[in-house]
């Protein structure tokens, strides 16, 4: 079995590629995560370090928080990758879905860490991800919109069918994808089939910022699952 690392943002698409990797057989002993150079919040969707830090608590994973700064960033995360190589990952899974730009990076800091890239979502159909997500038993909701889309009322959503069918709408007459692969929205899973505890968002605000609309989350707890069988 294939020991690797998982990209880490918190939110749906990173989480779904762990979920596909874990039954292909991966071993995924780490999540990556890279922050703002104080440590405060993660890069990619503005979420409090803290937070992630409580996700990964809630999946059983240990995480790495890397700091980066400008234009060091890909340096930063090639020196974390290398810690991972000699902790012996072999490789890394990742969330993306069609972005090349994007891929043809995580192809070279790989290389460059002598590492196998997995994208387990790569190529496929966003809707029917969403659609996969959900059908899966994950729980995620929104924490973070562009302004010129959407309004605050948005934030703290659920994800759902309905919210699918709200962005199926709003991509009629906004330039607007199923799964936000541009930015245009990011969430935060708080429970799922790979969640030990589950996360409960206990004090929150709506803050916004350069143009984004925040759920900006000020405390969050973990609480046991009760999982239901038949």
């Given amino acids: 079995m294939s020991r690797v690392f998982a990209s880490w943002s918190g939110g749906k698409d990173c989480c779904l590629a762990c979920y596909r990797a874990t039954?292909?057989?991966l071993d995924i002993r780490y999540l990556a995560n890279t922050v703002t150079g104080d440590g405060e919040r993660s890069c990619s969707h503005g979420v409090s370090a803290a937070v992630i830090r409580r996700q990964a608590e809630a999946l059983g994973i240990p995480i790495m928080?890397?700091?980066?700064a400008g234009d060091n960033y890909?340096?930063?995360f090639i020196t974390m990758l290398k810690v991972f190589k000699k902790e012996g990952i072999e490789g890394g899974v990742f969330g993306d879905i069609d972005f090349n730009p994007h891929r043809e990076w995580i192809e070279r800091v790989c290389a460059e860490a002598g590492m196998t890239p997995h994208l387990p979502l790569w190529g496929d159909d966003q809707k029917k991800l969403m659609e996969e997500f959900i059908d899966a038993g994950f729980v995620a909701v929104v924490i973070a919109v562009k302004a010129e889309l959407f309004g605050e009322e948005v934030l703290?959503?659920?994800i759902d069918r309905d919210f699918i069918n709200q962005i199926v709408k709003l991509s009629k007459t906004r330039d607007i994808t199923p799964c936000g692969e541009a930015g245009e929205y990011h969430t935060l899973?708080?429970?799922g089939p790979l969640f030990k505890k589950r996360l409960e968002i206990t004090e929150s605000r709506k803050v916004e910022r350069e143009g984004i609309r925040f759920l900006d989350i000020l405390n969050?707890?973990?609480k046991s699952i009760n999982r239901s069988t038949v």
């Fill in 74 to 76: 890909e340096a930063q």
């Fill in 189 to 191: 899973v708080i429970d």
């Fill in 156 to 158: 703290g959503q659920k």
């Fill in 65 to 68: 928080q890397q700091r980066t």
């Fill in 23 to 25: 039954a292909s057989g």
């Fill in 220 to 222: 969050i707890e973990l």
